[in-house]
């Protein structure tokens, strides 16, 4: 069992910088790549960032490219998601979550453990 607990969020103005933390515990936290996913008000769950078991691999979604950038610390056992340049698009609850997957998930059912959410609001 891994427990994922995000913080960070809030709100801010379009244009600016947001850092999303997610600390983990339980499970050896260095067996897992990890993602980040958001689902805004009425719309579905979307894939966000994922980084690999070490950090040496990442992958963004295009709408993310440029802007955010996903990083983990395995001896902190966190991983974190800046966010920059932020777009009231942005807005949404965004979920850290673990997979024990070998390749880069990107889809929601691939992952094993999920936090509750941290919610990121951008003014325009």
């Known amino acids: 069992q891994v427990q994922l607990v995000e913080s960070g969020g809030g709100l801010v103005q379009a244009g600016g910088s947001l850092r999303l933390s997610c600390a983990a515990s339980?499970?050896?936290?260095?067996?897992?790549?990890m993602g980040w996913f958001r689902q805004a008000p009425g719309k579905e769950r979307e894939f966000v960032a994922t980084?690999?078991?070490?950090?040496?691999?990442?992958y963004l979604t295009d709408s993310v490219k440029g802007r955010f950038t996903i990083s983990r610390d395995n001896a902190k056992n966190t991983v974190y998601l800046q966010m920059n340049s932020l777009k009231p698009e942005d807005t949404a609850v965004y979920y850290c979550?673990?997979?024990?997957?070998?390749?880069?998930?990107?889809?929601?059912?691939?992952?094993?453990?999920w936090g509750q959410g941290t919610q990121v609001t951008v003014s325009s």
């Open positions: 979550a673990a997979t024990l997957a070998l390749v880069i998930t990107t889809r929601g059912d691939g992952y094993n453990y």
């Open positions: 339980g499970r050896t936290f260095s067996n897992y790549a």
């Open positions: 980084v690999s078991r070490s950090g040496g691999s990442t």
